[in-house]
């Protein structure tokens, strides 16, 4: 039995605190808050009870971050922006032989980690990146339903919706930046009858989504993490949006991609201004909607599937910890560096996240 705790690195941020209280729940492991405030460290520690210790680590002190993973069996990140973490606290958990789940990292992680693929695979570890709500659940819940789908018909056409509005972190603000000035050709438009059209990042798709959202705006991004699920299975058509969000944001999203930068604090803080907005005006909340659409005996098939939740930051936090449960329990499929959405399996994690109270839906037709 491995002894070695899990440790959350910012454990007193908006998620990494949540990550930290669900740890305690769901498992019974030791648990290490880590990060640069150590007054805060200490009065989270303290107020968490006996299984919870804390220790420095700074992403810019490398030191910090062996000496981190050295005690640890798996480091959940919740440190960002992405650009500014790269590879700094993976490469410290696989020179530790340490898992290594990140609510982030993104593209340019994953990237960054493409040489070191085969060392994390002969060491059997795991390493699972955008393990959060959106990206992370988003990209699992399309393969459930995929498969749920594929039951009962043979799935033709894939549509995935998903967005969150909340008061997000400026942390989280400066990820949507870098996120607008990636190459947009690769990232947006559609997979139809074999090939990759392209769209513009602002080509607006107006939707009807299930209540309690309604009419939305949804612009075409097709998001990493949906790779391997459309190669896997080449459907005619693949489409994945952002939604959840109105004209103001779609307004300051334009006003930084046009006019600022992106490594732009102003650029983030003018989206979150803007998404604030809307939260004040329509509330919090999220959904991933998804529609499998084919045929079977020349009839026309679909099967929607809906998770709605007006609490993101409760639901991103718990889809980190519950990846460290899967890791723990041996219920993944894949190791090495991937997206969690190709690394866990589908029916056993949804199945985790009805148990902590997330409920979905689904509608066959």
């Keep these: 039995m491995d002894n070695r705790a899990i440790a959350v690195l910012g454990a007193y941020g908006a998620t990494g605190s949540i990550v930290t209280k669900k740890l305690l729940e769901l498992t019974d492991k030791p648990i290490i808050v880590a990060g640069r405030n150590l007054t805060k460290l200490d009065n989270l520690s303290q107020s968490l009870g006996a299984r919870v210790t804390s220790q420095f680590a700074d992403i810019?002190?490398?030191?910090?971050?062996?000496?981190?993973?050295?005690?640890?069996?798996?480091?959940?990140?919740?440190?960002g922006p992405a650009h500014f973490v790269l590879d700094k606290v993976a490469i410290a958990a696989l020179d530790c032989n340490c898992h290594y789940i990140d609510v982030g990292g993104y593209d340019i992680l994953m990237e960054s980690l493409q040489t070191r693929q085969t060392e994390i695979e002969e060491k059997g570890l795991v390493f699972a990146i955008c393990a959060g709500w959106i990206p992370g659940l988003s990209g699992i819940f399309p393969r459930f339903i995929a498969k749920s789908a594929a039951n009962s018909f043979e799935v033709e056409s894939m549509e995935i919706y998903a967005g969150g509005r909340d008061e997000w972190s400026l942390t989280a603000g400066k990820d949507m930046v870098w996120t607008l000035f990636l190459d947009t050709s690769k990232i947006s438009g559609i997979y139809q009858d074999g090939e990759w059209v392209k769209k513009s990042l602002f080509s607006v798709n107006k939707i009807t989504l299930p209540p309690p959202m309604g009419k939305q705006i949804?612009?075409?991004?097709?998001?990493?993490?949906?790779?391997?699920?459309?190669?896997?299975n080449q459907y005619k058509f693949f489409g994945?949006?952002?939604?959840?969000?109105?004209?103001?944001?779609?307004?300051?999203?334009?006003?930084?991609?046009m006019f600022l930068n992106q490594k732009s604090e102003k650029g983030a803080r003018i989206i979150l201004k803007a998404i604030n907005k809307e939260c004040k005006k329509y509330g919090k909340s999220g959904?991933?909607?998804?529609?499998?659409?084919?045929?079977?005996?020349?009839?026309?098939?679909?099967?929607?599937?809906?998770i709605f939740t007006q609490e993101n930051y409760l639901l991103h936090g718990l889809v980190s910890v519950l990846s460290a449960q899967s890791i723990l329990d041996n219920k993944i499929v894949r190791r090495g560096v991937n997206f969690l959405a190709d690394v866990v399996e589908p029916d056993d994690f949804m199945n985790r996240v009805t148990k902590n109270g997330f409920e979905y839906s689904i509608v066959e037709k």
């Design 60 to 79: 810019e002190q490398p030191e910090t971050l062996d000496k981190l993973a050295r005690r640890s069996q798996i480091i959940i990140n919740c440190v």
């Design 287 to 306: 959904m991933i909607h998804v529609i499998a659409k084919g045929e079977k005996n020349k009839l026309k098939k679909q099967i929607k599937g809906t």
């Design 240 to 257: 994945a949006y952002v939604s959840e969000f109105g004209w103001e944001t779609a307004k300051a999203l334009m006003f930084v991609k």
């Design 218 to 232: 949804a612009l075409p991004v097709f998001d990493s993490q949906f790779k391997r699920l459309y190669e896997e």
